[in-house]
């Protein structure tokens, strides 16, 4: 059955089926969108905080936006019940803070984790998932509204899951987390394992959510997966040396991959050039993760040999790639890629028209 914003809906599933089992589809898989219209404006009366936290309006103006979009290759409508990416330490013991700014400034950092550890022997024995917890609430009901009103029209993304070192650092501070891996790395660990349990129920219920509207759920990365799916990442990690990152976090991360069927790691690429070497030491502490499905390799701007290098590493140790590129990048990829490899990366990518998107999709094919 198709979509109302997606009418091919029914043959896009199955080819990004197809993505998770490594199948070739006759040409790289790609989420590509364009404008067809004016999206309507939607101004709102109140600040920030309301805003953020108006769910009703959220999800109207995220339908303005699907409407006046097209969605190619295998792409697919959806809207984003999101928070923060400290949305799993608000449901575990901590807490979210929300700037009440006027509604026109800027969201970026609107939105932080309340940290809930400050003493280690008093704070650790309450944290733990909380059923009842006002934000985990909060996140269900706008996940329910949203499949409610979505039906037979578009698709509900996850919230933004967070986990690992990630999410202690939310519950923690950043700064104490460094000083904790050396001088108290077994309360690093007693925490972790909390984590671990707290994201498994989260992701577990939020995919009870959706199952039966959408059949499997749509990570972060606006890709569809036929069970539960997970963006694994671990941006804290780049604050320690790739050595203590494998020493210390790939045992837990080991562990926490089995938290979902259907997984794309998350990196940060922005300084590859010129950090490479720790860079791809990192990159290869992520490719040891045995159920990683894929691997993101975001690398804005040209495609030099080191972040080529990147993105060869992954396919070679038979992971997928995912990776946002303008069009004529993907085509670019394509050519330097080998037949065998170029089928198994994933694109991202936006069009100006509906016409350029789909002769990118044709190109692709025919170039094949």
Known sequence: MGLLYKPDWTSAKSRIGAFWKGENIGRPFVLVTAKTG???NMPYAGTLRKKILDIDYRLRDEEESIKTTYYGGEAVPCVWPDFSPDF?????GGGLEIA???????????VWAKHALDD?????P????????????????YTQSAVKRGKGKYLVESLDVDGGMDTAAGLR???KLCMDLLDCPENVGRLLEKIREGNRQVVERLYETVKDSQGGMINTYKIYAPGKSY???SDFSFMISPDLFREFVLPYMIKESETAEYIIFHTHTEDIEYNSKNRLKYLDVILDIPKIHAVEWHCPGTWSEVRFAGFKRILERGKMALTWAAP???LEMTKRLGKIERNRVLYITETSRVKEAEELLLKLENNN
């Open 328 to 330: 004529e990048q993907i």
């Open 38 to 40: 004016e999206k309507k």
């Open 100 to 110: 009440d700014r006027p509604v026109d400034t800027p969201t970026m950092g609107a």
């Open 120 to 124: 280690w022997e008093k704070d650790l």
């Open 231 to 233: 963006n694994m990442r």
């Open 88 to 92: 799993t330490s608000a449901c575990i």
């Open 173 to 175: 501070g950043a700064e």
């Open 126 to 141: 309450g944290i733990g998932f909380d059923p009842d917890s006002i934000w985990f609430r909060r996140g269900i009901e």
